[in-house]
């Protein structure tokens, strides 16, 4: 059972397009991050969210961490074919930062 | 450095070999996490070191699994007598400092390891 849940795990958009991933779980974190990775390469850290509510933006990409802090969503708007790869959400439970990740959403954008 | 660097970036192993994966972390930075992620799954803790100390090993999967950081930098994962089952990617990551919600985790390429 994962810690973390995320949906879609695969999902195939034409470029233009909006989407939104979700990220859920019943644990209460002190944070929760957001990676893309591509194929070969370690993730790379898109933004961290760390008081219930928050909303970030990064450019066309919009963060929402939940209230309770136990989930959160990221929306991409007008998607482009450089957005594809691999998103995964990670918490932490807090002391030294171990993070537990959720499987990956993997995004394709098709020009 | 400029980024976490992980040699080799790739590695083929027979079943039963003793390996070593090395991580060089960036300079300056306290903590140094090792991650194993399996193909189509997100990674998955395996240790954490602050400076030279293994604080958890809590996500290493049996005592085939060793991880070593003597000087506070430079860490190695041995795995040995490998199993198909150890193949996977394995990444490892540093922070600057210990702790603190938000505290950015800088990943390294990865090196991954086939068992034949």
């Known amino acids: 059972t994962q810690l973390l849940e995320q949906s879609p795990q695969f999902l195939s958009i034409q470029e233009g397009e909006n989407l939104t991933v979700y990220c859920n779980s019943s644990s209460v974190f002190s944070s929760l991050q957001w990676y893309r990775q591509e194929p070969g390469e370690g993730p790379v850290l898109l933004v961290t969210v760390v008081t219930g509510g928050e909303v970030k933006k990064l450019k066309r990409l919009t963060f929402q961490f939940g209230d309770a802090r136990k989930d959160s969503s990221l929306h991409i708007t007008a998607a482009q074919p450089g957005d594809t790869g691999l998103y995964l959400c990670?918490?932490?439970?807090?002391?030294?930062?171990?993070?537990?990740f959720g499987i990956g959403t993997k995004l394709q954008v098709i020009p | 450095g400029a980024g976490v660097s992980q040699s080799p970036r790739y590695k083929v192993a027979k079943r039963g070999q003793d390996v070593a994966l090395r991580c060089d972390p960036i300079s300056g930075h306290v903590s140094l996490f090792w991650y194993q992620q399996a193909l189509g799954q997100g990674p998955e803790f395996l240790t954490y070191?602050?400076?030279?100390?293994?604080?958890?090993k809590s996500g290493l999967p049996s005592d085939r699994f060793f991880a070593e950081r003597p000087e506070g930098s430079v860490s190695t994962l041995k795995i040995q007598r490998t199993q198909q089952e150890d193949s996977a990617v394995y990444l490892c990551?540093?922070?600057?400092?210990?702790?603190?919600?938000?505290?950015?985790?800088?990943f390294g390429p990865g090196t991954r390891l086939l068992v034949l």
């Open positions: 990670a918490g932490a439970l807090g002391g030294y930062q171990k993070v537990t």
């Open positions: 070191f602050q400076n030279e100390a293994q604080l958890d």
């Open positions: 990551a540093s922070s600057r400092v210990v702790g603190g919600p938000g505290e950015t985790q800088y």
